[in-house]
Each structure stands twice: as C-alpha cells, then as structure tokens.
C-alpha cells in the first residue's frame, strides 16, 4: 500500500489517497480518497470518502459540528446509495462534556425515518483528569441496560498499560478481553490481547510489536505471490471466501481489519497448513458475532514471513 497526503497551509490534512499495488502490472491503483473542510479553527467539519472503482464513488460522509471551546458535540456519519443517488444517515455520536473531559457519549442508529438510542457511554475521570473507567449500556426495550464495562490502568508517566475489557452476561459482569501495553520512551513498542475463554483462564489471542525507524520495502519481494491472494464477493453484502495457495507447508495467519487498524476478525490464528489451495469464509462479523458497520476493510495473510493485505467492501 501506498498513502499520499496533502496538507494545508496550517499543516492540517486536505486530501489522503490510498493505493494499491498491481503486481501484475507493476502500477500503483488508486483504493479510496478522504477529503477534509475545515472551519475557521481548523476544526474538521466534513469528511468525504470516495472508493476507486473505475472511477470515484461516493461512499460515506462525515458532518461534524463543535462548541465555543473547540470540542467536538456532533458527529452525523452518512452512507451513499448509489441505486438513489442520495445520502442515507446512518449514525450519529453526541456528545456532553464537564470542563475538558468527555462524560457522555451518546450514539443513535438512523431507523424509520428518525434517530433512534443504540448505546450510552459514560467516563469516570481521576483528580488530574485521566480516564479510569467507560462504562457503556446498550438501549433495549425503551430503557439502557448494562452492555460493556472498560476499567484503564496507566504507568508513572500515565501511558495506558492496561485495558480490561467486561461484558454484561446473565445479570453479572463476566470478564471478555484485556489488553496491555508495554512503553518505551513514550513509543508503545508492544501490545498483547489476552481473551477470557470461560473456564475462568485468560488466553493469548495476539501481540503487535511496534519498531521505530525508518524502513526500506521491496516492492517486488512483498508482493510477488499477491495475485494468489483473492476476496470473491467483493464488494460483498452477507459473506465473501478468501483463497489462496500455499507451495509449501508453513504457518499462516489471516485477520481482517478496520481502516484504522483494529483487528475485528481472526480466521487463521498461527495455523500449520499444508501445500494447497485454501478458503476461508467472513460472514461480516467480529469476535463477538457482533455484525460489523458497512465500509472499507483489510484482509492481511501473513506465510512465515511474507505478508499480503488488501481491501474488502462490505455493502449489506
């Protein structure tokens, strides 16, 4: 992948475009465009992204609207509806604060023709304003019921160590995931999640190890076998199979992700797989069986220690 970003005169970001590598053609092709309009401040008032396919696309919009103090209130994510030609909305984040500390963070569905609750965030804060706890209730039956409860620990110099992760089950706060973070010189250099497998045991699920620096790619070494690396449907609207061969035995991950690069899906967890053809399907959810939002995500194959990614379109 290649990005290219383009700045204001103020540093602040105008154009991101994402690419893609062609390796049977040896081109760069264009993946998606973010645009970016900003107010007086240089707050960020409206987001455009557009998909590449053999030519621009709308795909979602972004209004975002702030107070006197420069905070963020509002936040409207729209979808485009290429059948219409219009925008549908599709969330929209509220949001209440105490001085410069988030409390509330209210989030609705677009359903009916109107705004609709779907989760309630609320933040405890410590005396020097470091988040301690969210706590987040989902709306079910015209009330907010207990959804999910994350509790923060940081180290001296107050980077985050430790996210522990609990969700409400059967009437009792069960444990669900933790994630820890170890920090050096104030770069995260290493991230573990542990998942808690209800035999009241946690278990590793993966570690993202972070080196700083300045790295050289050989386009030609990484992408040589990216042809054998296929998504069918895609875009999909349910389920899509991604394939791939392998000429010997060795140990293979595959894991899908959000543009942002948070892990919401593993299909393949450090598995010994044989010389073959392999295919393996997505349904479009996460670890939770939790149906994920529409939009762009990455499919990343790691064999030993070649590494493929490229983009899903999920469009339900």
């Given at each position: 992948?290649?990005?290219?970003?383009?700045?204001?005169?103020?540093?602040?970001?105008?154009?991101?475009?994402?690419?893609?590598?062609?390796?049977?053609?040896?081109?760069?092709?264009?993946?998606?465009?973010?645009l970016?309009?900003?107010?007086?401040?240089?707050?960020?008032?409206?987001?455009?992204?557009?998909?590449?396919?053999?030519?621009?696309?709308?795909?979602?919009?972004?209004?975002?609207?702030?107070?006197?103090?420069?905070?963020?209130?509002?936040?409207?994510?729209?979808?485009w509806?290429?059948?219409?030609?219009?925008?549908?909305?599709?969330?929209?984040?509220?949001?209440?604060?105490?001085?410069?500390?988030?409390?509330?963070?209210?989030?609705?569905?677009?359903?009916?023709g109107?705004?609709?609750?779907?989760?309630?965030?609320?933040?405890?804060?410590?005396?020097?304003?470091?988040?301690?706890?969210?706590?987040?209730?989902?709306?079910?039956?015209?009330?907010?019921?207990?959804y999910?409860?994350?509790?923060y620990?940081?180290?001296?110099?107050?980077?985050?160590?430790?996210?522990?992760?609990?969700?409400?089950?059967?009437?009792?706060?069960?444990?669900?995931?933790?994630?820890?973070?170890?920090?050096?010189?104030?770069?995260?250099?290493?991230?573990?999640?542990?998942?808690?497998?209800?035999?009241?045991?946690?278990?590793?699920?993966?570690?993202?190890?972070?080196?700083?620096?300045?790295?050289?790619?050989?386009?030609?070494?990484?992408?040589?076998?990216?042809?054998?690396?296929?998504?069918y449907?895609?875009?999909?609207?349910?389920?899509?199979?991604?394939?791939?061969?392998?000429?010997?035995?060795?140990?293979?991950?595959?894991?899908?992700?959000?543009?942002?690069g948070?892990k919401?899906?593993t299909?393949?967890?450090?598995?010994?797989?044989?010389?073959?053809?392999?295919?393996?399907?997505?349904?479009?959810?996460?670890?939770?069986?939790?149906?994920?939002?529409?939009?762009?995500?990455?499919?990343?194959?790691?064999?030993?220690?070649?590494?493929?990614?490229?983009?899903?379109?999920?469009?339900?």
């Amino acid at each position: 992948m290649k990005a290219t970003l383009t700045n204001n005169d103020d540093g602040y970001p105008l154009e991101y475009l994402l690419q893609m590598w062609d390796s049977e053609n040896s081109i760069w092709i264009d993946y998606y465009i973010m645009l970016f309009t900003y107010d007086a401040n240089n707050n960020a008032i409206e987001t455009l992204m557009q998909v590449w396919y053999n030519d621009w696309m709308n795909f979602m919009y972004i209004t975002m609207t702030w107070d006197a103090s420069n905070f963020l209130t509002e936040m409207i994510r729209q979808q485009w509806d290429p059948g219409a030609g219009i925008w549908i909305n599709e969330e929209r984040n509220t949001y209440t604060y105490d001085g410069s500390n988030l409390m509330e963070l209210l989030d609705e569905e677009w359903e009916g023709g109107g705004w609709i609750n779907y989760h309630l965030s609320l933040y405890t804060y410590d005396g020097a304003g470091h988040a301690l706890e969210r706590l987040k209730d989902e709306w079910i039956g015209g009330a907010w019921v207990n959804y999910q409860w994350n509790q923060y620990s940081y180290d001296g110099s107050w980077n985050e160590i430790e996210d522990w992760v609990q969700m409400w089950q059967g009437g009792n706060w069960e444990n669900h995931e933790i994630y820890y973070q170890i920090w050096e010189e104030g770069n995260m250099i290493e991230k573990l999640m542990r998942i808690w497998n209800g035999s009241k045991e946690w278990i590793n699920e993966y570690k993202e190890t972070y080196t700083y620096g300045d790295f050289a790619i050989d386009e030609d070494n990484v992408f040589q076998s990216e042809k054998n690396l296929i998504s069918y449907p895609n875009p999909f609207t349910s389920q899509t199979e991604i394939s791939f061969n392998i000429l010997q035995k060795a140990v293979v991950s595959l894991n899908i992700y959000t543009i942002k690069g948070e892990k919401v899906k593993t299909l393949i967890n450090n598995s010994i797989l044989n010389r073959d053809t392999h295919k393996y399907t997505w349904n479009g959810k996460n670890e939770s069986e939790d149906s994920v939002e529409n939009g762009i995500y990455f499919y990343k194959l790691q064999i030993d220690n070649y590494t493929s990614v490229k983009k899903l379109l999920l469009m339900k």
